[in-house]
């Protein structure tokens, strides 16, 4: 146990901490949005239980890549077709590419629903297609996809089972704080959450492009390395992400700032 408590696991944790809280920022958002697709009166308790649930499983997939972490890493299929399909696929390629897939379908259908609704109110506030077990299920999986990208990163940080493991159940105790007043943030400025679906776009897009080197960096071999029609798949970087969404924010916050000076010039023009 006093092994445990070293100035390098305590630092290790601190970064660990740190960076699940970043990484966990699209899976919150996503948590928020989804949610809102359950029964109003579930809606809170859904929160609850998919977080809970998704922080336990979490935990074990923690514990099994560890285990496993180097079967994972061979590649299963290696596609050799000369200048238009060539690279290895491995557990984390199928992962990668279903999840980004999966967010890149949830957000464009809900991007679509937005403009195809004819009464704002009762169709986004009021309209439930999911049962509470069905979005349940879904934050749960979504919630293990994510953190597939954020234990291998975390794995390469430390191979300490319970450094790793607090970070985990720290990340899901800030989720629990922060998903309430994020869902009714978005339920109050519903502008924004057209914003997070767009962020969640942008999400999957860099799902996808974590399947090309997948195998090919947990294996050091870059022939491993997914290129299609000769050009190599590569991922966004993380920098390029944030910068995106920063970028997003700012113009979200202009704009709508713009769009109520309008408004009060427009009001004040019609009264004189």
Do not use: C
């Not at 943030?185 to 959450?193: G, S």
């Not at 713009?258 to 427009?266: C, D, F, I, N, T």
């Amino acid at each position: 146990m006093a092994d445990l408590f070293t100035i390098e696991n305590l630092g290790n944790l601190a970064v660990l901490i740190f960076l699940q809280a970043v990484l966990g920022f699209d899976n919150l958002l996503y948590i928020s949005i989804e949610s809102q697709r359950a029964p109003l009166e579930s809606q809170k308790k859904v929160r609850f239980w998919g977080i809970i649930i998704a922080v336990a499983l979490r935990v074990v997939l923690l514990f099994t890549m560890i285990q496993l972490i180097e079967m994972m890493k061979e590649p299963f299929y290696v596609f050799n077709m000369p200048g238009i399909l060539e690279g290895g696929v491995n557990f984390a390629t199928v992962v990668f590419l279903i999840g980004g897939m999966f967010i890149m379908y949830t957000a464009f259908k809900e991007i679509t629903h937005m403009l195809t609704i004819e009464h704002l109110e009762t169709d986004v506030e009021k309209k439930s297609g999911k049962s509470a077990a069905q979005v349940i299920t879904l934050i749960v999986m979504m919630n293990l996809i994510f953190s597939f990208d954020s234990i291998l990163s975390a794995l390469a940080i430390t191979d300490v089972f319970p450094v790793l493991a607090i970070a985990i159940l720290a990340s899901g105790a800030a989720m629990l704080l922060l998903a309430d007043g994020v869902t009714v943030f978005l339920k109050k400025n519903r502008m924004y959450e057209v914003l997070g679906l767009f962020i969640l776009l942008i999400v999957g897009v860099v799902l996808l492009g974590e399947v090309g080197p997948a195998a090919a960096h947990a294996m050091h071999d870059d022939s491993l390395q997914i290129r299609i029609f000769g050009y190599e798949l590569l991922p966004m970087s993380k920098t390029t992400f944030y910068f995106s969404v920063i970028v997003l924010v700012a113009v979200e916050i202009i704009q709508s700032g713009y769009q109520k000076k309008l408004a009060h010039e427009r009001a004040a023009g019609a009264k004189h």
